[in-house]
């Protein structure tokens, strides 16, 4: 039976729970042994004092244990005096891909390079593997046992309402798994040949400064699977394309780092993952994660498309930056060689497609410029999920397996 009001009045629960309540309303009253002792001279003092024993704090260092947190003030290691816009992962720019492209001096192309688009129109997929990549698509979104509650979702016409949680996989591991899956699939359609000079590397860090117009902007970014390999891509050749006829949009009255955080905590320094002395050193693909989760704005409005592609184009340069100031010093400016990045960025669904090439470190060049060149984006299906409790994969698209091999064969 239920425990209510009514049940308690014919038990005898009800009396204790009143007595309870009612002597717990009871004030202590002075015995006056206190003032008695005070009277003959007596000192009254409180035991704690004396038992226990006042010793000096010590800290130990044990070995596994998680170290007490660092202020994040002057005291901390990294503190700088002069400040810095830091981009991180998290961070997307506010007019997107004319911020990146202003601040970066990069030429934007909406196509990929033209010997990327011929193999595209002689590559096929064949029968065989394309079922296999759509069950690799189900047994990765659907059929992974992780069970985690996931990311509060938002009702855009409710803003003060949130949906009830629900648990699933996560957004990270779905990205992990998906591209994994993709990974393994394009190794079956390239051959050994291709796969002995290639490698796939997990959390690559990367972190190269800047300076641009007397401004301190540190890029600090995470591949989160890199794909290496042992002969760089080959440069698109500039006479081509020629990226000095396309004109930089102009940001004004906006400065180019705007949106960016200023921090005076940040290492700065140039940081690429992979020793130059391991043969498989020269960055292929990056493969990036960008749910709704892992990025947001500083004005709490939505993200938009454009500001994820830019937040790609972003990631390619950092990875091309760091690679060629590793090969040809912190202070070089135009590169002897061209390092050309292909980037892949995908929320599990959408997957975007995108070549940089750096020409040069030169930010303020009038005579040379960066060149990226991407691809409208593509969806791999338009649901996958549970329908009336059956496993479903709606409107596959083997283009996104056709643009991945590509990629990794290139």
Request: aromatic share 8%.
């Amino acid at each position: 039976m239920r425990l209510t009001n009514t049940l308690l009045r014919q038990h005898i629960g009800f009396f204790f729970k009143k007595h309870w309540l009612q002597q717990g309303k009871r004030v202590p009253n002075s015995t006056g042994a206190e003032e008695e002792l005070a009277a003959r001279g007596i000192t009254v003092v409180d035991p704690s004092e004396m038992l226990k024993e006042q010793r000096p704090r010590e800290d130990f260092n044990i070995p596994g244990m998680v170290p007490p947190p660092v202020a994040l003030d002057e005291t901390h290691p990294l503190w700088k005096a002069e400040p810095a816009y830091v981009y991180g992962d998290t961070n997307v720019l506010l007019e997107g891909v004319r911020q990146a492209q202003s601040l970066l001096n990069t030429a934007v192309y909406d196509d990929l390079p033209l010997k990327v688009e011929e193999k595209l129109e002689q590559t096929k997929i064949t029968t065989q593997l394309d079922r296999s990549m759509q069950q690799a698509v189900l047994s990765a979104l659907v059929f992974d046992t992780e069970q985690v509650k996931n990311a509060i979702v938002k009702v855009p016409d409710r803003p003060a309402y949130k949906l009830p949680r629900t648990y699933g996989i996560s957004e990270g591991r779905r990205n992990q798994l998906i591209l994994s899956k993709l990974v393994t699939h394009c190794e079956r359609f390239a051959g050994r040949a291709v796969n002995a000079n290639r490698k796939v590397v997990f959390n690559a860090r990367f972190l190269v400064p800047l300076v641009k117009d007397s401004e301190r902007v540190l890029l600090n970014l995470k591949a989160e699977s890199m794909i290496i390999s042992q002969e760089p891509l080959k440069p698109l050749d500039t006479s081509v394309y020629r990226p000095l006829d396309v004109e930089l949009p102009n940001l004004f009255p906006l400065k180019e780092t705007v949106s960016i955080p200023v921090q005076n905590i940040y290492d700065w320094k140039n940081e690429y993952p992979i020793s130059r002395n391991y043969k498989l050193s020269h960055p292929h693909t990056i493969l990036i994660h960008c749910s709704p989760s892992d990025v947001k704005n500083a004005t709490e409005l939505p993200v938009s498309r454009d500001q994820i592609e830019g937040r790609t184009m972003l990631k390619a340069f950092t990875v091309a930056a760091a690679r060629a100031r590793q090969l040809y010093g912190d202070d070089v400016k135009t590169l002897p060689s061209p390092i050309t990045v292909q980037a892949v960025q995908t929320d599990s669904k959408t997957f975007h497609f995108s070549v940089y090439q750096l020409n040069t470190l030169d930010l303020g060049s009038s005579t040379e410029r960066n060149m990226w060149f991407r691809k409208a984006p593509l969806d791999l299906y338009s649901e996958c999920g549970y329908i009336v409790g059956k496993p479903t994969l709606a409107d596959y698209n083997k283009d996104v397996l056709r643009h991945f091999a590509v990629f990794y064969s290139n």
